[in-house]
Every structure is written in C-alpha cells, then in structure tokens.
C-alpha cells in the first residue's frame, strides 16, 4: 500500500511560509505520496503557491479557518485524515505546529514526535530529535497507524518547485460554535532574539570576539541589519549567550538568506548548522580558517576593525 505523508501548509496574510518547501522534504524523504493540507478562508491562492511542492493538495476552505485557531483548523485536518487514514501529518516547529501538532495527536489518538531534525521509516515513522540540552540525539519510532510530528526549521533541505500537484478543494467538516477557543487579536510582535530561525538575517559571533563585552559588535551589526545574534559553542559554554543562541551540531540549524559569521573558524560542528544559508559572508584575521571554504564572500582581516567600519557605511 502506498504510503501518503501530509503536511499541514502555513501561511500568514494569503502567503505560503517558505518553511512548506521543507516540510514537503521532510514528507517526500520518508512517503510515497507528498499531500499538503490548505486550510484558509475562501478566495485565497495558498494551495496553488504549496502545488509546486506536493502530489496533492487538500484544500479546505472556510470563512472560519482564518485566522488561524487550532481547535477549528483540528477539527477540518482529524475530519480529512480519518477519511483517508495518512500514514504520518507533519507540521513546523514553529507556533503552528507546536500548537496545533499535540491538538491533532490528541483527537487522533496519535503518536506525537516533537522538533525532529531527521525523519526515515521503519516499520512506523522514526523521528530524530536533540536531547539533554542537545548534547545527545534521541531516535524514536512512534507506533500509531497514523503519526504526528513537528520538523525543526531548516533541518530539512527544502524541495525545488516542481510541475504543480493537483489541487482537490473538500468539503469542511467544521462546527465552529463547537470549537473551545476564539480568535480575539493579533498583535505583531517585534522581531525578537527568539527568532533565530525565522530570521532573514543572523550574525553569530565566535570565540575570536574575545570576552562577552566585546560580544556587543555582533548585537550591533544584527541590529543594523535587522537581524538576529548567534553564536558558537564556545561562546555559549563561557557563558557570553544563552544557549538556545548555539548554532551547529549540538545547537540549532539556521538557513537565513544571509548569513555573517564573526570570529569563527568554521569547525564542522559548527558548519553542519549554518552551511545551508542562501549567502554566507565570514570575518575572521586567519586566511587559513576553515570558514573561507563555506563563506561565499570573506574578509581575512581583524573583526574588531571590519564590524565598525561595516557599521559606519550602514549608517551612512
Ligand atoms: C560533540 C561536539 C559537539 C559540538 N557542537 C558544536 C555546535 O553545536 N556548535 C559549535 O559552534 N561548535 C560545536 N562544537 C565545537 C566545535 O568543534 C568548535 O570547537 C567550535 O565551533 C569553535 O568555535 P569558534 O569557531 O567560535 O572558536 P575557535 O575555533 O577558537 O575560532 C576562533 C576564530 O576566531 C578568529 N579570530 C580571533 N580573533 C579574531 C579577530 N580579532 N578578528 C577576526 N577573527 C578573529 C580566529 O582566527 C579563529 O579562527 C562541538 C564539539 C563537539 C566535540
């Protein structure tokens, strides 16, 4: 019997996330069919911009589908996914998938994996995710008929846009007096140390910066840029930055579309986090750094000289 992966399309102001191309991935490495679950509001172009991405897309339209409420979007994936049983529904790690995942495991009696940065089947879906502060890698196989798991951002290459899937608009099984939460408000929030991977831009900083005061020219430039501080394993075990900054191996993936890093000599564990980013563009004063070979433009020169100077041609 085939095997048919769902992923539950995010979307925000009638615009797909880029994170669905991951997702479509993640679905595509472990099934035989890739289908993406749509639920908007009616009128929207979400399922044609996820097609290109997916075998199927399974649009569900209903006025009270936006904005987003788990409980309503809940009740018109379990309706959908006890009609045609798929084998796993994958989400982000992001507020979506952290917040619908354990409602959809809940009403489906499912197997719930969290944050997985592998996926692979065997016998059942196999998750693999950080533990213990991400100093070791749990591997775990849900066994439910039907298993839930939330994709950490970026751990996933996303797929290229390919001939687009068909698109087959179902009836909603929705009954939203019924549902036990209502949207009240959005308020958008500034874009906060938190966002790591969500950010366009992240500047991570390495132990070459020296003590954590000098730390702050990283702060700096991410600010000027509009973006977030990251950072490596060293500056996080001297305490400089709070862990959940470590990027690599033992931290957290990033795939910004820029990537700068300061003072970092680019060891593998730190690479396997960050190498995937669209430009990567590394400072370090040794021309001999490993970094160079990731970085696609590089400064061999002293940081402490660059940042500033970076900083001034910002302002001007
Ligand atoms: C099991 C395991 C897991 C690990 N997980 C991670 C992980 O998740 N993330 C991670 O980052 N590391 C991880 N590491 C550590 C990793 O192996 C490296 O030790 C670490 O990435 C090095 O950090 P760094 O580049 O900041 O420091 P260093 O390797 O010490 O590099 C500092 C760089 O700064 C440059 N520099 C110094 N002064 C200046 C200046 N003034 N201007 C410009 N450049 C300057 C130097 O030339 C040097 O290249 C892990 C290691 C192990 C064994």
Redo the contacts with the bound molecule.
């Keep these: 019997m085939s095997r048919s992966i769902w992923f539950v399309a995010e979307h925000q102001d009638g615009q797909l996330h880029r994170g669905a191309a991951e997702l479509a991935a993640a679905a595509r490495a472990v099934g035989d069919e890739t289908v993406a679950v749509v639920c908007s509001a009616p009128g929207g172009t979400v399922a044609q911009q996820v097609a290109p991405f997916a075998d199927r897309v399974l649009l569900v339209e209903d006025p009270s589908l936006e904005p987003y409420t788990a409980g309503i979007w809940a009740q018109a994936v379990v309706a959908l996914a006890k009609e045609h049983a798929p084998a796993a529904i994958l989400l982000p790690h992001a507020p979506l998938g952290r917040d619908l995942g354990p409602v959809l495991a809940a009403r489906l009696e499912a197997g719930l994996m969290t944050d997985c940065i592998a996926l692979e089947w065997d016998e059942g879906l196999v998750g693999k995710r950080s533990v213990l502060r991400?100093k070791l890698v749990a591997r775990e196989r849900v066994t439910t008929s039907i298993a839930v798991a939330t994709c950490q951002r970026a751990a996933f290459s996303a797929v290229a846009a390919g001939e687009p899937g068909t698109v087959e608009t179902v009836e909603p099984s929705i009954d939203a007096e019924a549902a036990r939460t209502r949207f009240v408000a959005m308020e958008r929030a500034e874009m906060g140390e938190e966002n790591i991977t969500e950010a366009d831009v992240v500047v991570a900083g390495?132990?070459?910066?020296?003590d954590a005061e000098k730390f702050g020219v990283v702060q700096d430039l991410a600010a000027a840029l509009g973006g977030v501080m990251g950072?490596?394993?060293?500056?996080v075990d001297q305490g400089w930055v709070a862990h959940d900054r470590?990027?690599?191996?033992?931290?957290i993936t990033v795939r910004p579309k820029l990537y700068f890093a300061?003072?970092?000599?680019?060891?593998?564990?730190?690479v396997v986090?960050m190498r995937e980013s669209d430009v990567i563009v590394a400072?370090?004063?040794?021309p001999q750094?490993p970094?160079f070979e990731y970085a696609h433009y590089g400064i061999a020169?002293?940081?402490?000289k660059v940042v500033p100077a970076l900083l001034a041609e910002l302002e001007s």
């Design positions: 991400r390495g132990r070459g910066l020296g950072a490596s394993r060293p500056v470590q990027i690599g191996s033992s931290g300061l003072g970092i000599s680019g060891a593998v564990q730190h986090g400072i370090n004063k040794d750094a970094i020169d002293d940081l402490f």
